[in-house]
């Protein structure tokens, strides 16, 4: 029976590996740092409404903010850039419907990373070896997952975008004119140069998972290898 309960452990785990490595990186690419750096990217696209990167640069960080703070719509709703409001009512409902969403993904991040870290001490302390192979295993069908996406993306991003959206959002409640602030301050190119760099992240945790049990087993065979030689 212990022997039951640790497999199904292990493979929970196993599991849990994307979602942890993906959440993760959605987490580095939500931050003011990410959105600056692809305002002054060369070749980030202008807008077409006049914005200079200053005014992307002031206000942009807005939203990321107000998606990881406490406050609620009105602190976008009383922004205002030329004496006018920012948003328009449909954006401000959107925000409020992506910070839902934001919350609810960082919720399961946290959720996810408690039981990971107490599963995994669990696994180690019965055996040493599953708790690797949870990272071997975890990281490849990381990989897998992650290939799969990003041809999708690459492939066909307004399939994606638009099958994302319609996951976690009503119909048209997330569709904007071009002169919207949404559309200025985060143009489709942010969201789709986001989305790979979450690919990108991903995949290089990914890598990493399945490099620890190749050198931890390298490091025991080397150890084992120097024991066996006998001293002149």
Known sequence: MADRSILVLQVLLILL??????LVSVRFMLTETWLKFEYNRSGFPEDLYGWDTGVRLK???YGIRYLLNDEDISYLGDLKIDGQP???????DHMEDVKVVTRGALTVLKLCLLFFVIGMGVLAYFSRSRLLSVLFYGGASTLI????????????????????HAIFFDEGSWQFYRDDTLIRLYPQ????????????LTI??????????????SRKENHENRSRVSPD
């Open 145 to 164: 997952a992650v290939a799969v996406l990003v041809m999708l993306v690459f492939v066909s991003w307004d399939f994606f975008f638009d099958n994302f």
């Open 17 to 22: 590996v994307p979602i942890l490595l993906v």
């Open 59 to 61: 206000y942009g960080p």
């Open 204 to 217: 290089g945790g990914a890598v990493f998972c399945m490099i620890i049990p190749w050198w931890v087993r």
């Open 86 to 92: 920012a948003f328009r009512e449909k954006e401000l």
């Open 189 to 200: 190119q942010f969201w789709f140069e986001s989305s790979l760099m979450v690919g990108i």
